[in-house]
């Protein structure tokens, strides 16, 4: 057995501070140190529960394949302090999630919620969205021209595609789209100062868990009106599906279906719109790739995955053990709590070559952003298909590409990516 000596604080701290990832570097530098010195590694925090930090990809792989042995629904699905958990804990009556979506469930009630609207993300069954997503994309790119040659592309192009396809996908109409920008990024922004309510960091902040009820709250309102109309009138969107799902010959419970519109809506854009301005952050480090794109567009599903390796919007997602285990020569009990270190996954330089470089030909590209086993991500084909279009329409306008000044990175540990990209360019 492995020496169980607990992992620094200071390398602990780069992996689970918000602000980390906010700086571009720490968190890389903490991953590098683990995967070199300690890639299975416990962590002991005052004011948290001991957890341990998987740096290695196929350790995560192992992990995330066995949804029998490592739940996702027994604790907190995201890191959290014992005093949020306890929080959580009191209002829920025991429960230490807030919401239920498929990504706190485990099985047998797992795989028949996923099966409610697994079939709908299928490839086949997306492409009859392919000319509506490229309507979208066009509008897109006509603002790039628009925009005369300069602009925050992470603010201006990458949040509001996605946000536009998956809210048609949802049938949300586009008038109220400005107010579920604003609460999927104080939901997934409640550690980010500029994105949350009260302008606090988590930390700082007294009120974070009754802010991040109110937050549910508003969705909850929201997608309640949308899943009686559904009912009333069902159309052939994804709501429909939802409103209308029923599990073992029963209706699902309205909570059910918030927590289900909850992470697509959520899901579905932050995530896609991190990698998308990723994309453009890596072609402007890697100006040979933008060459080589320009001269050969069969090279963009390359850019796509390579721009989601690079970028890796999820930064973790906990599992629990639910039988002793031996991993990597460590010893785990029944009980221990896993933080699934993805970005280091995707830096493992025993899978990637030079993984910190930006290559779009990466062949074959195995990054785990989506995850892995029975929770793989959902939305994979439809985030996928709507960057493709997307790159499909602007590569072959786009003249030069060039960063105009410093990018900005979310200050978050759960989802995040580039939130300012300044860019200039020439289009036509
Ligand atoms: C680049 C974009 C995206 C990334 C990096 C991403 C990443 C992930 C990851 C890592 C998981 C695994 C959760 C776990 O293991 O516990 C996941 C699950 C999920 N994703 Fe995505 N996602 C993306 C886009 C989307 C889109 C566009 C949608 C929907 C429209 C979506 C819907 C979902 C859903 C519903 C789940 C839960 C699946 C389950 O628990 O069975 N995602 N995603």
Not at 43 to 49: H, Q, R, Y
Not at 83 to 96: C, F, K, L, W, Y
Not at 135 to 157: K, N, P, T
Not at 179 to 199: H, I, V, Y
Request: hydrophobic share 40%; charged share 25%.
């Amino acid at each position: 057995m492995a020496d169980l000596a607990t992992l620094p604080e200071e390398i602990v701290r780069g992996v689970i501070d918000p602000a980390a990832y906010g700086d571009g570097r720490t968190a890389y530098e903490s991953f590098r140190w683990l995967r070199a010195n300690n890639p299975l590694g416990r962590a002991e925090l005052e004011g948290f529960d001991p957890f341990w930090i998987v740096s290695k990809h196929a350790d995560i792989l192992e992990i995330s394949r066995q949804n029998d042995l490592f739940l996702s629904g027994a604790r907190s699905t995201t890191f959290t302090n014992r005093e949020a958990d306890e929080r959580v804990r009191q209002m829920t009556g025991g429960s230490p999630h807030l919401v239920r979506t498929l990504v706190q469930m485990d099985a047998p009630d797992h795989p028949k919620h996923r099966l409610l609207t697994q079939s709908w993300f299928l490839p086949q069954n997306i492409r009859h969205l392919e000319e509506r997503i490229r309507q979208i994309a066009r509008e897109h790119v006509d603002r790039m021209a628009e925009l005369g040659g300069e602009c925050d592309f992470a603010r201006d192009i990458a949040m509001t595609y996605p946000l536009r396809v998956i809210m048609e996908v949802l049938g949300v109409p586009r008038e109220d789209e400005p107010r579920m920008l604003r609460l999927t990024q104080e939901l997934f922004g409640a550690s980010d100062p500029e994105l949350n309510r009260s302008g606090a960091g988590m930390g700082d902040n007294p009120n974070a868990m009754a802010e991040l009820q109110a937050i549910i709250a508003d969705f909850f309102m929201y997608f309640k009106k949308i899943t009686d109309e559904r009912k009333a009138d069902p159309q052939k969107d994804l709501a429909t599906v939802i409103a209308n799902g029923q599990i073992d010959g029963a209706p699902i419970s309205d909570f059910e279906a918030m927590s289900y519109y909850v992470i697509v809506a959520t899901a579905g854009h932050d995530t896609t719109s991190s990698s998308t301005a990723g994309a453009i952050w890596g072609l402007c480090e890697a100006p040979g790739e933008f060459a080589k794109l320009k001269a050969d567009p069969s090279l963009i599903p390359g850019l796509v995955d390579e721009s989601i390796r690079w970028t890796t919007p999820v930064k973790h997602f906990m599992r629990s053990a639910t039988a002793p285990y031996e991993l990597r020569g460590c010893q785990i009990e029944a009980g221990d709590w896993f933080w699934l270190a993805y970005p280091s996954g995707n830096r493992d330089e025993e899978v990637f070559e030079a993984p910190d470089e930006f290559r779009i030909g990466r062949n074959p590209n195995r990054h785990l952003a989506f995850g892995y086993g029975a929770h793989l991500c959902l939305g994979q084909h439809l985030a996928k298909m709507e960057m493709r279009i997307l790159w499909e329409e602007l590569i072959p306008r786009l003249e030069t590409l060039e960063l105009a000044g410093e990018p900005k990175l979310a200050v978050a540990n759960f989802v995040g990516g580039p939130k300012r990209l300044p860019i200039r360019y020439r289009i036509h």
